[in-house]
């Protein structure tokens, strides 16, 4: 079982750069592939980059070579940095185990001039 928080959005410019974190608690968090998703008004939930126990990385095609999936088994965190940052990135972010059933309540990033 996981539980998580996230943390570290906001409003940046087009352009700009944010890191997201995601603070895990669980004593089997380094046995689960865990992802980043994004959720936009009016649209489904989607997986926008996940990582492996084992620290393989998987990333949508819309933020690939821009957005960095990583983890830290010891202290329980995955973070994602998100770099040259478009208006259409703007979405409520939420860290979870791919295929988990409960959320949190995200963090908002708002890209905006």
Known sequence: QVQVV???GGLVQPG???RLSCAASGSIFNIYTMGWYRQAPGKQ???VASIT?????MY????????????????NT???QMNSLK???TAVYY???????VWGQGTQVTVSS
């Not at 126990?53 to 990385?57: K, L």
């Not at 860290?95 to 059933?101: F, S």
């Open 6 to 8: 996230e943390s570290g």
């Open 16 to 18: 700009g750069s944010l």
């Open 45 to 47: 939930r989607e997986l």
């Open 53 to 57: 126990s084992d620290f393989n990385t």
């Open 60 to 75: 949508a095609h819309s933020v690939k070579g821009r957005f960095t999936i990583s983890r830290d088994n010891a202290k």
């Open 78 to 80: 995955v973070n994602l």
């Open 87 to 89: 208006p259409e990135d």
């Open 95 to 101: 860290c979870n185990g791919v295929g988990a059933k």
